[in-house]
């Protein structure tokens, strides 16, 4: 299980130099790394369904930890953004970082696990499986940048 982690965990920091040559502000760099995570856990839902249980689960202390570890060096790497943004005005300063990643990831999470029910209430069900997802991942995308902007600016 450690393996799979350590396999399917990104690792923002490799990221990051890719993200640099494409864009300029500490703004730009918080929406793409957002709309990478929507693309991979649409991409990788199996995956983070076992994240989702693992992180429920108490009696898996030593996987939570090695996890909890792996998220350290993301986190790490959102927070020196957010504070670069906050230092040249871009960003409202004392941003805190785990609240707006557990708001991200909780969004997240519940769009891509309860795709039946936003079918269900948005009348899509006729919507073709391919042409649903493109439509709630794009809308997805916008709503989380909006939300993301919203609590940081």
């Not at 998220?71 to 230092?87: P, Q, T, V, Y």
Request: no cysteine; proline share 2%.
């Amino acid at each position: 299980m450690k393996a799979i982690l350590d396999f399917r965990t990104t690792n923002l920091d490799e990221l990051l130099p890719k993200l640099q040559t494409k864009s300029t502000s500490n703004l730009e760099h918080i929406l793409a790394i957002t709309d990478f995570y929507i693309d991979k856990v649409f991409e990788q839902k199996n995956f983070y369904r076992l994240l989702y249980q693992l992180q429920a689960s108490d009696n898996q202390a030593s996987l939570i930890q090695h996890f909890n570890n792996l998220r350290h060096r993301n986190h790490d790497l959102l927070k020196s953004i957010f504070e670069a943004g906050a230092a040249v005005g871009e960003f409202n300063p004392g941003i805190d970082v785990s609240l707006i990643t557990s708001t991200f990831t909780g969004t997240i999470n519940h769009i891509v696990f309860n795709q039946a029910y936003y079918r269900e209430v948005n009348d899509l069900q006729k919507l073709p499986e391919k042409k649903f997802e493109a439509l709630l991942k794009e809308r997805a995308k916008n709503h989380l940048r909006k939300l993301i902007i919203a609590m940081i600016k």
